[in-house]
């Protein structure tokens, strides 16, 4: 029988193994129907005498999965969460840089008639514009990269793609607000700024 589960690409009954592979003697996985509801008490002690047999239901299979599954899950998102961290730092530096660089320009629209919170208002939008470009890009790659991933990963599952539009949504959030929260100390310090410097010729 043609199959496509986490066990393996064909499953057969131990006549038909026997047919088709006649030379080999060792079992890796042997799949029992419990007939009964004792079966797992009377299967455990028939094999008390093989310790290195292990036994598992269908249960306890799906429960060590998924806990690898979730382990791999928090790997990933303390990655994340590094790479939040990184990001806020270099969206902070770059925005400190860009004020140092266009002291003038701040100086001239402030003579111009533009305040201060809307020269701060014009930082913010600047930062979030940074930040959900990078949000939005890495959902973008990030999405069709894991299913890849799935694939190469569980090579005899068919995987079904879901795409938890939720959490992704509070990722983004998550990044404006870290964007703006960067863009604080900036804005403030271009804010202060009064003086005109006019480039000498």
Known sequence: MQS????????????????????????????VRAPSADARARLDAALEAH???????????????????????GVIAALLGFALVIAVIGIGNTLSLSVVERTAEIALVRALGLTRGQLRATLLAEALLMALAGALGGVAFGVP?????????????????????????LFVALAAAAAVLAAVLPARRAARTTNLVVPQA
């Open 51 to 73: 310790p290195l047999v292990q036994v598992a239901d269908l249960a306890q299979v799906r429960d060590e999965r998924n806990a690898a599954i979730d382990q791999l899950v």
């Open 4 to 31: 496509s589960s986490l066990v393996g690409d064909v499953i057969v009954s131990d006549a038909d193994f026997a047919a088709l592979f006649p030379g080999v003697t060792d079992d890796a996985m042997v799949l």
């Open 145 to 169: 990269y894991g299913w890849l991933l799935t694939i190469a990963g569980f090579g005899a599952v068919d995987p079904l793609l879901s795409v938890p539009i939720l959490r992704l949504s």
